[in-house]
Nanobody, 117 residues
Framework: QVQLVESGGGSVQAGDSMSLSCIAS????????LGWFRQAPGKAREFIVR???????YYTDSVKGRFTVSRAAALNTMTLQMTNLRPDDTAVYYC???????????WGRGTQVTVSA
């Protein structure tokens, strides 16, 4: 069982930056694959980025060049640095974990990000 806790959401203006963090606990492996997703009101949950246990990243096109994911010194702590935020980035952002390369099965409770024009 993996527990995920997100932090760092809030309200900003368009063009601002914001950083989100996710702490994963409860898993015995030294590293697991983590990811960020988001869900805007009335829309399906959307994939943002995947950070593999080996450090490889894969971003969705809409955030490339604006969002950067990293894994902190604590191996299962992940940060999402978001720059040049736009109103259409407004959503609840979720951290997710894939412990056995079979897909994201563990989810955090989410943190709200609101970007005003």
């Amino acid at each position: 069982q993996v527990q995920l806790v997100e932090s760092g959401g809030g309200s900003v203006q368009a063009g601002d930056s914001m950083s989100l963090s996710c702490i994963a606990s409860g898993h015995t492996s030294s590293r697991i694959t983590l990811g960020w997703f988001r869900q805007a009101p009335g829309k399906a949950r959307e994939f943002i980025v995947r950070l593999s246990k080996l450090g490889y990243t894969y971003y969705t096109d809409s955030v490339k060049g604006r969002f950067t994911v990293s894994r902190a010194a604590a191996l299962n702590t992940m940060t999402l640095q978001m720059t040049n935020l736009r109103p259409d980035d407004t959503a609840v952002y979720y951290c997710a974990a894939d412990t056995d390369d079979s897909g994201f099965k563990y989810w955090g409770r989410g943190t709200q990000v609101t970007v005003s024009a």
